[in-house]
């Protein structure tokens, strides 16, 4: 990758600023229009370092999704299999719910899973790194083998869209995470 001017590395940083204010105001439809405005930059050059929303939408959420990854990863060497998943699981419960538009950029991505050419690389860190954790929990019997770490964070992006206008929706997040996880592994 050729190195950036330092102009254009300044436009970045200002652009990836002003997105992530935009987005924890708005949710994953912020304005793209309106984030090159409030930077003070036209929107070519927004499109220039971000090419589509969803390019900007992974650099905004991808510190929080590599500090998910980094606790799946903690967490895979874990004696309770099952309680490192549900400690993870309420990791990621707690960001959805709190990191506005976080859900919407995951839900979103999902829909596109059957197009390689449109995955996110966020979502396919996230996968990589839960796998291990949803394995060991599958091999104690702590869930079924048939659950699915897409299956995991699309319930957990549910719910975190379902929560979104509640007065505390981190804590109603978690309420409600406790009532699914009776569902998927009704152990202890």
Do not use: K
Request: glycine share 8%; hydrophobic share 45%; with cysteine.
């Amino acid at each position: 990758m050729p190195v950036q001017r330092a102009d254009a590395r300044r436009n970045y940083a200002r652009i990836l600023a002003v997105a992530e204010e935009e987005v924890a105001a708005h949710g994953a439809d912020a304005s793209l229009e309106q984030i090159a405005r409030i930077a003070g930059v036209g929107s070519a050059t927004v499109r220039r370092h971000f090419p589509g929303r969803q390019a900007l939408l992974q650099a905004v959420f991808s510190e929080r999704i590599e500090a998910l990854c980094a606790r799946a990863e903690e967490l895979a060497g874990a004696g309770d299999a099952r309680a490192a998943l549900l400690e993870w699981l309420g990791a990621l419960t707690t960001y959805a719910a709190s990191a506005r538009g976080l859900a919407d950029a995951l839900v979103q991505d999902g829909m596109a899973t059957d197009d390689p050419a449109h995955v996110n690389a966020c979502s396919a860190r996230l996968n990589g790194a839960v796998d291990p954790l949803l394995r060991n929990a599958a091999q104690a019997g702590a869930v079924s083998p048939d659950v699915t770490v897409t299956d995991l964070v699309t319930l957990v992006t549910g719910i975190a869209l379902a929560t979104e206008h509640h007065p505390d929706p981190t804590a109603e997040a978690h309420r409600l995470l406790a009532l699914t996880v009776r569902g998927i592994s009704p152990q202890g």
